[in-house]
């Protein structure tokens, strides 16, 4: 199949988001809400903004926007809608029907990269999970939209089911996955507690989502886990040993990527995963600098630690892609949360030499 041909079969979305007060915030969100719908194989066609002071209950942007989008569907020959916020069963219901395509929310989406991108058995079961209370929840309002598609974004992996069982044995599946996540969660404890109890001390990679975390870890212990330019590339935790120039030895982790709006029901179907960060020694909380919105991702990066209870940790911040930033870049980059920032670009090597005496001298520190 030749790339042309591909890109023709790509399925085409308008973006659709809600201008509360800041209009740039809400398109810069919807410019991530494209990199996730590109991640997913998916095209973007153009946005869509409306200005509310809080999302309609019934249609999410108002009926009349709504016939206007009808109106930009047709002409433009969208495949559907993607909103970017997370809808309720009403608003899916009600806009399907006014606007005769599928609509999806930005919850479905993630979702859908996650099924996709989950390689090991927990984290197929975890996506599952999340995406069987999610569909749960919004029966009634998907069973309109997505029953207009046989397939595609938003159907995709070990969750997929058709939307007409009833709750009963959606819950079934629910309590069955819940059952075999304890399972593995138990041998995960197991596993963390035999590396706390030890003398080497551990590393969690935290950060946003595309920071650069997989980069790092396979600059750092030659892991080769899978990196790429793209939103989720990677979601399964590895850890790996990484011995420093000074003969130290860390374990470091890779953690699933942070993000804007990340729905609930991933944060407690990942809850294990995420608390890698929990039992580790320090954390290295990568940044791409390069990135315009770096001051709001490192907002939700902490905003998402404090969820998970995670606090009071030694942080060691990396600010990323320097490499990417104008040669007259001079705004200062910091990270108030930090115990020390360090300025690199990992996929060149730059920077890393400070890495490595920041983990040194937090070694130290720690093992007094």
Same mark, same amino acid.
């Given at each position: 199949?030749?790339?042309?041909?591909?890109?023709?079969?790509?399925?085409?979305?308008?973006?659709?988001?809600?201008?509360?007060?800041?209009?740039?915030?809400?398109?810069?969100?919807?410019?991530?809400?494209?990199?996730?719908?590109?991640?997913?194989?998916?095209?973007?066609?153009?946005?869509?903004?409306?200005?509310?002071?809080?999302?309609?209950?019934?249609?999410?942007?108002?009926?009349?926007?709504?016939?206007?989008?009808?109106?930009?569907?047709?002409?433009?020959?969208?495949?559907?809608?993607?909103?970017?916020?997370?809808?309720?069963?009403?608003?899916?219901?009600?806009?399907?029907?006014?606007?005769?395509?599928?609509?999806?929310?930005?919850?479905?989406?993630?979702?859908?990269?996650?099924?996709?991108?989950?390689?090991?058995?927990?984290?197929?079961? #975890?996506?599952?999970?999340? #995406?069987?209370?999610?569909?749960?929840?919004?029966? #009634?309002?998907?069973?309109?939209?997505?029953?207009? #598609?046989?397939?595609? $974004?938003?159907?995709?992996?070990?969750?997929?089911?058709?939307?007409?069982?009833?709750?009963?044995?959606?819950? &079934?599946?629910?309590?069955?996955?819940?059952?075999?996540?304890?399972?593995?969660?138990?041998?995960?404890?197991?596993?963390?507690?035999?590396?706390?109890?030890? &003398?080497?001390?551990?590393?969690?990679? $935290?950060?946003?989502?595309?920071?650069?975390?997989?980069?790092?870890?396979?600059?750092?212990?030659?892991?080769?886990?899978?990196?790429?330019?793209?939103?989720?590339?990677?979601?399964?935790?590895?850890?790996?040993?990484?011995?420093?120039?000074?003969?130290?030895?860390?374990?470091?982790?890779?953690?699933?990527?942070? $993000?804007?709006?990340?729905?609930?029901?991933?944060?407690?179907?990942?809850?294990?995963?995420?608390?890698?960060?929990?039992?580790?020694?320090?954390? $290295?909380?990568?940044?791409?600098?390069?990135?315009?919105?770096?001051?709001?991702?490192?907002?939700?990066?902490?905003?998402?630690?404090?969820?998970?209870?995670?606090?009071?940790?030694?942080?060691?911040?990396?600010?990323?892609?320097?490499?990417?930033?104008?040669?007259?870049?001079?705004?200062?980059?910091?990270?108030?949360?930090?115990?020390?920032?360090?300025?690199?670009?990992?996929?060149?090597?730059?920077?890393?030499?400070?890495?490595?005496?920041?983990?040194?001298?937090?070694?130290?520190?720690?093992?007094?």
């Amino acid at each position: 199949m030749s790339e042309k041909y591909t890109e023709q079969e790509k399925e085409k979305y308008i973006l659709v988001g809600i201008a509360e007060k800041d209009e740039e915030e809400a398109y810069s969100s919807l410019d991530e809400l494209s990199d996730l719908l590109d991640t997913a194989g998916g095209e973007a066609l153009f946005q869509f903004i409306q200005k509310r002071q809080h999302p309609d209950p019934a249609t999410y942007i108002g009926k009349g926007k709504a016939e206007e989008l009808r109106e930009l569907i047709d002409m433009h020959e969208a495949d559907g809608i993607i909103c970017d916020d997370e809808l309720s069963p009403a608003q899916i219901r009600n806009l399907s029907q006014i606007l005769d395509t599928k609509v999806i929310d930005r919850t479905i989406l993630i979702l859908d990269i996650f099924a996709a991108h989950a390689m090991t058995n927990e984290g197929k079961l #975890q996506v599952e999970m999340a #995406q069987q209370k999610y569909r749960l929840s919004h029966l #009634q309002g998907l069973g309109v939209s997505l029953s207009r #598609q046989g397939g595609g $974004i938003g159907t995709r992996g070990p969750g997929e089911t058709k939307l007409e069982t009833d709750r009963r044995r959606i819950k &079934t599946r629910i309590a069955s996955l819940n059952n075999q996540i304890q399972h593995l969660s138990r041998m995960r404890e197991n596993t963390r507690k035999r590396r706390v109890n030890g &003398t080497t001390p551990i590393a969690a990679i $935290i950060g946003y989502t595309n920071a650069g975390k997989s980069t790092l870890l396979n600059r750092l212990t030659e892991a080769e886990v899978y990196a790429d330019d793209k939103l989720f590339a990677t979601l399964d935790p590895t850890t790996r040993k990484c011995r420093l120039p000074d003969g130290t030895q860390y374990l470091l982790t890779d953690t699933v990527g942070f $993000i804007n709006k990340l729905p609930h029901n991933l944060i407690d179907a990942f809850r294990s995963t995420l608390e890698e960060a929990k039992y580790a020694d320090i954390l $290295i909380h990568v940044v791409d600098a390069s990135d315009p919105a770096r001051d709001m991702h490192i907002k939700i990066v902490y905003d998402t630690l404090r969820e998970l209870g995670i606090e009071g940790k030694p942080i060691v911040t990396v600010f990323n892609k320097m490499d990417k930033l104008p040669a007259d870049h001079n705004e200062k980059l910091y990270d108030t949360h930090a115990d020390s920032c360090i300025l690199a670009s990992v996929k060149n090597g730059t920077g890393l030499d400070k890495l490595f005496e920041a983990l040194a001298d937090a070694t130290i520190e720690g093992y007094r």
